[in-house]
Every structure is written in C-alpha cells, then in structure tokens.
C-alpha cells in the first residue's frame, strides 16, 4: 500500500513539472512564394534551410494559369490569415521568386497581416521586364499573369514601393529573364550574385543572404551600384 502511494505522489509531481514547464517563444513565419509555371516544391531547399534556423515557414502554391496577379495576391491573403489564425506569429516575413515577388507585393500593399516586417525578393521584375513584352503576345493564354509584368503597362511596373517593411533583392548576373535593372526597387538593398534565373534560389550562397537578411534586416555585400 505504500509502495502505492510513492508512485501516485511520484506520478502528481512530474505532472506538477511537466505543467510548468516554459513553452517555447513563438517563431516568426516565414511565407514563400515561388515563380510563374513552377510549384512550391521549387521553394523547398528554401523551407529546408529556414526551418533548420528556427523559422516556422509557410510554403504556398498557385497556379500560373490564373487571371492575374490580383487573383493569386488575395488567395495568398487567404492563406497567410488563416495560418496565422491557427498559430499567431510575432513576426511575419515573405521570401519570393520572380512572379512570387508581384504577388507579395500586391499582397502587402493591399492587405498586409500584423506583424509583416522583411521581404526578399529574388530576380524581382520590379520594373516589369522587357522579356515579357516580347513573350507576353506568344503565351499570355497559357499563362496570363505574364501580361502583368511587362515593362509597359504591367502590374509589377505600377505597384510601386512597399512601405514599412524592410525590402532585400537578390539579382542574378546573367538571369536572362529579368535584367538586374528591371530588379531595383525604391528603398530596397540589393545585392548581384552569380546566377541565372531558374536556380537562384537554390544556390547555398542565395540560401545564406536570405537567412542573414531575416535575421537581422541587413543584405551582406548590398550595393546601390546597379541602381543608381
């Protein structure tokens, strides 16, 4: 009888602890969006790497072939709201990839989530890109939200700056797609690294700006050069 009640009292007192026991801090989400035509699976050596430094990530899909920009920004304000709903988060980040990054601005300029605060845009068409007004009459039914990132009349072109959040982009030197100057963007620090544009996010020393940039809001190596 004895021997039962130690192990009762024993039993109450891991309770006891295990109840008090500090639960972890909140992390920060991260929330990925990746390029025209590719899916998020595109994004996940990014996930991998951020989740390995401690954030919480959120890899969202859509599909290109969607009206346009406006479609996919509000799905992405859906998204955004309703994991945070689930699981609040002290801050809010975005990392995007070409289109991606139309799609976060467009998303942070009309219904941006509390606690939104760094942005990495990587090969951006900021300025629109002159590859899609050549290629924009060729595939724009296969793929219409082309249309918005020409460089004349484009949505990416019009939307403009992002206020109170702290911008990064990464341009890749012989990109292809979008030219460096296309990337720049009014407030934002910029950074060329060796690449072209269907890799860049891929590459360890891309995966290394990301993390450095979230984690302290400043661009290793960042330079006006370009957009001067």
């Given at each position: 009888m004895f021997a039962r009640v130690l192990v009762v009292l024993g039993a109450l007192a891991l309770a006891g602890c295990a109840s008090t026991r500090p639960e972890s801090p909140p992390r920060d989400l991260v929330v990925l969006v990746h390029g025209m035509g590719r899916t998020p699976l595109s994004m996940a050596p990014l996930a991998i790497s951020l989740q390995r430094a401690g954030y919480r990530v959120l890899n969202v899909g859509y599909d290109s072939q969607r009206p346009g920009v406006a479609e996919i920004g509000a799905a992405l304000s859906d998204r955004v709201a309703q994991e945070l709903a689930a699981e609040p988060a002290p801050r809010v980040h975005y990392v995007g990839h070409s289109l991606g990054t139309v799609v976060i601005r467009w998303h942070l300029l009309h219904d941006p989530p509390p606690g939104a605060d760094r942005v990495v845009m990587l090969?951006?068409?900021?300025?629109?890109?002159?590859?899609?007004?050549?290629?924009?009459?060729?595939?724009?039914?296969?793929?219409?939200?082309?249309?918005?990132?020409?460089?004349?009349?484009?949505?990416?072109?019009?939307?403009?700056?992002?206020?109170?959040?702290?911008?990064?982009?990464?341009?890749?030197?012989?990109?292809?797609?979008?030219?460096?100057?296309?990337?720049?963007?009014?407030?934002?620090?910029?950074?060329?690294?060796?690449?072209?544009?269907?890799?860049?996010?891929?590459?360890?020393?891309?995966?290394?700006?990301?993390?450095?940039?979230?984690?302290?809001?400043?661009?290793?190596?960042?330079?006006?050069a370009a957009c001067g």
């Open positions: 090969a951006p068409p900021n300025q629109g890109a002159a590859s899609a007004d050549r290629f924009a009459p060729l595939i724009g039914w296969a793929l219409p939200p082309i249309r918005e990132l020409r460089a004349t009349g484009g949505t990416a072109a019009d939307l403009g700056p992002l206020p109170d959040v702290a911008v990064a982009v990464v341009a890749g030197d012989r990109d292809g797609k979008v030219a460096v100057a296309e990337t720049c963007l009014d407030g934002a620090q910029h950074r060329v690294v060796p690449s072209g544009h269907t890799a860049l996010m891929w590459r360890p020393r891309v995966l290394r700006l990301v993390r450095g940039f979230l984690d302290t809001g400043e661009m290793a190596g960042a330079s006006d």
